[in-house]
């Protein structure tokens, strides 16, 4: 019987998985699932604890949910191309099927791959449109190899015919004598954010029909409040695969709603980040568009960003809710991350490497193409834009609710005190233990403007 090998990476899920149906060839060929632990994933960074954390509930998840159709996932740890083509040897397998990813990480470990399995006699099959829902590269501007913009790209992305998803396989019969690794390690408790969320397709899937079913209708209205918290919170679970973006993209349009409309558009900004990154892939740690900016190097002001600590409630909201659940919500993104680059004049590149070391949805693509996009240095038709952290909390969290959740030295204020509370009596200020703020909005304004070029 032919046997081929379905290596999983960021797919970590049965339902509608192109690369898992493609080499059982819809349960019709015997099929080795494997993932491999390669510590090159850890040596480019990729490894912080509450991803890993979060890999190791989908990994868990994965096994008992092929466990149940007969196979079982095969663990690997090493370089994945030696543990691919070593499979490849002891099976005896025609094909390795493999959702294809663009990043730089991923084409080279693809290339590895590749060379590894032809040489042990098998052949490398990539299926596309898995990572996301039109793959980079599939839609493409007259004389470019991407778009630069994202309402253009949205036109010809909404365009392109979508596959319906599907199904898990209902069976799969898995070679019983292959070795196989322990699930990888999950980090301790004292590692991870304390409010992390549980990983895993079972998870993500309760996660999507909840969601789905109670707020999708009022998501164009209520997805940037902060407090009401009506946004998706799939990104992790996309991240990892655990959840299918055609799916999603599938259920929006069946939804056909304007709440439905706008949560696809997000799902095409996820797309489009990744077709930058696929066609420019030193933006992951380089400006896409300079705006030859002269960072300033604060190390104290740095960490007080870090901490939640620069006396700007909203900023300060945002961060800390980044510290306990290894996630934000994207209007506090936005904020926390204008604040460091535009009003504390800080590197982006810091920003989004603090960032990448707490969120369980850390993807390279959406994180620093994000950075960029607020920074100015991105695909943003106005760079210079700058949020006021105390106009976008009397706009989207007008009641102080998000602040008083994650700054609880506020908590007893109401708006709108809270939202400048160095506007409060000196006594007051002392005994709420609250900071002032580490500058003055309009002078960081004038500076930034100055930097820029900027008429006032």
């Excluded at 079982?72 to 002891?90: F, I, M, P």
């Excluded at 699930?183 to 899937?205: F, I, M, T, Y």
């Excluded at 079913?213 to 695969?241: I, K, Q, V």
């Excluded at 990154?277 to 960003?305: G, I, T």
Aim: some cysteine; charged content about 25%.
């Amino acid at each position: 019987m032919t046997v081929r090998i379905c290596l999983f990476t960021r797919d970590l899920r049965l339902a509608d998985n192109p690369v898992l149906f493609a080499a059982s060839a819809g349960g019709r060929e015997a099929v080795v699932p494997v993932f491999v632990s390669d510590p090159a994933v850890a040596a480019a960074g990729f490894a912080a604890p509450n991803r890993l954390a979060f890999l190791h509930d989908c990994l868990a998840n994965l096994d008992g949910a092929l466990r149940e159709r007969g196979s079982r996932l095969v663990l690997r740890r090493g370089s994945a191309a030696e543990e691919v083509a070593r499979l490849v040897h002891d099976t005896g397998a025609s094909e390795v099927h493999l959702a294809a990813d663009h990043s730089a990480f991923a084409r080279a470990r693809e290339e590895r791959l590749r060379a590894a399995v032809g040489g042990a006699g098998a052949r490398l099959v990539t299926q596309e449109a898995v990572v996301t829902a039109v793959a980079p590269g599939a839609v493409t501007p007259t004389g470019s190899d991407h778009y630069a913009v994202f309402t253009p790209y949205l036109r010809r992305w909404s365009q392109v015919p979508q596959r319906r998803p599907l199904p898990p396989p209902r069976g799969l019969l898995t070679p019983a004598a292959l070795a196989s690794a322990p699930l990888p390690h999950r980090p301790p408790v004292d590692r991870l954010s304390p409010q992390l969320a549980k990983g895993g397709e079972s998870e993500a899937r309760a996660r999507m029909r909840r969601w789905l079913d109670g707020h999708l209708d009022d998501y164009e209205d209520e997805h940037d409040t902060l407090a009401n918290d009506l946004t998706s919170r799939f990104s992790p679970d996309l991240h990892f695969g655990s959840l299918s973006a055609t799916e999603l993209v599938h259920r929006a349009r069946t939804a056909a709603s304007p709440g439905a409309r706008a949560f696809e558009r997000q799902l095409a900004w996820r797309d489009f980040h990744h077709q930058v990154l696929a066609a420019r892939p030193d933006a992951a740690h380089a400006d896409y568009r300079s705006r030859h900016d002269r960072w300033r190097d604060d190390p104290a002001e740095l960490e007080a960003w870090r901490q939640g600590r620069t006396g700007y409630p909203l900023v300060d909201a945002g961060m800390r809710q980044l510290s306990a659940e290894g996630w934000m919500h994207n209007r506090a993104r936005m904020v926390t991350a204008s604040f460091l680059c535009k009003t504390l004049g800080l590197d982006w590149r810091e920003g989004a490497r603090h960032f990448l070391s707490l969120l369980v949805d850390g993807d390279v693509a959406n994180n620093q193409l994000n950075w960029q996009w607020v920074a100015g240095t991105g695909t943003d038709t106005r760079p210079n834009r700058v949020l006021n952290p105390v106009a976008q909390a009397k706009r989207y969290d007008p009641d102080g609710a998000y602040v008083r959740r994650w700054v609880p030295e506020l908590a007893r204020l109401s708006a709108p005190a809270i939202f400048e509370p160095w506007r409060l009596p000196s006594a007051l200020r002392a005994e709420l233990g609250y900071p002032a703020p580490l500058v003055a909005l309009d002078a960081a304004l004038a500076r930034f403007r100055a930097r820029r070029g900027v008429a006032a």
